[in-house]
Structures are given as C-alpha cells and as structure tokens.
C-alpha cells in the first residue's frame, strides 16, 4: 500500500513538492525524494518497524550527531506535533533533509573511503551505551525475521518453492553456522553495530564520505560486523582496498580476524533468510531470495575473501 504522499507531508507543515522521485535502490521501505526549491527531503515510510524500534532508530542517529563524525547520518525531522514518525496504513513515516552525494563505485580509492567510514563508525558506536540500541542481533537465525517461528518451517518451504541444492545446503549448513556464532558472540566484543553497511547506504561528495545512511537495523553485534557485511560481497582488490580504510580507526584482535570467515557466512544465511521474510510479508518477489540464497550457498562452497 502506497500512503497519500500529499496528505503525508502536511505533518510537517509541507505543501506540494516542485518534485518527486524514487531512488534506484532499496526495497525494504517506501522511499521518495521530494524538493520544495532549494529545499530537498526524503521521506520514508517503514513497513514493519514498529514504533518503539523506530524511536531507539532515531535515539541513537541523536547521539551519533554529537559524536563529531567526519560524515553526516540522517537526523529525522520532527512533525509539526513533535512526533518524529508518523503513523499511517502503509507503516510509519520520517521525514529527514536529503544529504548531498551520491553513491560510491568499487574503484580501489571509493572502496577504501568507505572502509575509513565503517572503522570511524565502529570507534564511534563502540562509546555509546548498549541500551542505546534498537535491536539486538545475538540471536538465533529463527528469530530474525517474525514470518518464521522456527528455521524448519522455512527450510520446507524453501525446498517447495525453490527446488534444488542451494535449499537443501541451507537445511544442514543455517544450523551448524547458527551454533558457531553463538559460540563467538559468547567470547569476542560485541557493541552496536550499522548492520546494513553497504555502499547503497553511503553517499560520498568532493573526495570523501558525506553521510552513512539507514540505521534501520542497528543492533548489538560482534564489533566488527559492518566489516563482514561490506566484504562477503567484494572482489579481492575491494578487500585490500576495504581493509585499508578500516584499519586506520579499527584494528581487529587475531580471535577476530580468526572468526571472519565464519562470520561472512552466517551474514550471506542471514541475507537469504531476511529476504525470504520480506518475501513472505509481501515486499519482496521469490527471485529475490533466490538470488541471495544461491549466493550464500556459492560463497560458503568457495571460501569468503576475508583479507589478500
């Protein structure tokens, strides 16, 4: 269900937009970019965060905002009545000022801009207080998204609908990797982590990173979460080039470098089994899962690429 955009922006004391857009990227929420002159929002609207996630969501980019970032995070726009999210039948909508940029390639120099982005947020995150967090993501692979009450239900239903041996894989493989991450979360540092640090959620303007984008799913993680999820996608150069940046705010402990491997892993699972979620709820098509799906099942055959 898309929201009555027009009457969506009188919360704000908006008028008509001179323009509107949808960007290119993201299917998890309804977003559009709207312009009023020189003025520029982007308004989003979630579809299943409920109103206590959202609020810690907008608690903790209060605090990075003070944190003295060499980037910019989105700092939601209170309506009218105060409120920073507002109800509608579509789910709950925001409203935040558009940051300049645009998203980076996966040259050599952009991909070690954004590591230096990921290791400063890491620094920064790891001074705030866990209560801080929306989520908490030291948990089972079953509880991640609420359309499963347990991975059985999801493994027959993937076999059904996705025949072959990618689902097969992940019936015997989600469970082993779910019981060594338990297992890592009990003995290395955890804090709150981005959770979706992506370059589809960086923008970058004049030679740097101006802003990191959709703290949706922040939560508590082993430290170096954002890491894993910014290298079980890349080529070995983006690697290096990664790890590069990284490094110059955030140095792993030999335990962690010892545990990435397994930790992309259980990221490409969490991929797939959050997209077969979004599925189930109706946001998402069956091609989607299984391309992350196949993608899981390719990297685990092959080894991630965790450093060269």
Known sequence: MAPDLQALLKNWGLGTPR????PSNGTNNWVRLVRFGADRYVVRVQRTADQRKVAAE?????ELTRCGLSFEVPAPIPATDGRTAVATPAGLATLCRQLPGVHPARSEREMELAGRAAGELCAA??????ELAPSDWRRPLDTIRPEFAELGDLFALL?????GAASDWLATRAPEIDRAMEELRQRLPVQIVHGDFGLSNLLVAEGRVSAVLDFEIAGIDLRFADLVTALHRSAPDQVTAFRRGYAAFTVLSADEEAALPMMVRHRAI??????AGVWRAGHATLEDVRVRLEAAH??????PIVTV
């Open 19 to 22: 323009e509107i857009s949808a």
């Open 58 to 62: 907008h608690r903790l980019l209060t």
């Open 125 to 130: 995150l790891a001074d705030l207080p866990l």
């Open 159 to 163: 076999r059904r609908e996705l025949p």
């Open 270 to 275: 969490g991929s797939a089994i959050w997209r």
């Open 298 to 303: 390719e990297l685990d055959r092959s080894g």
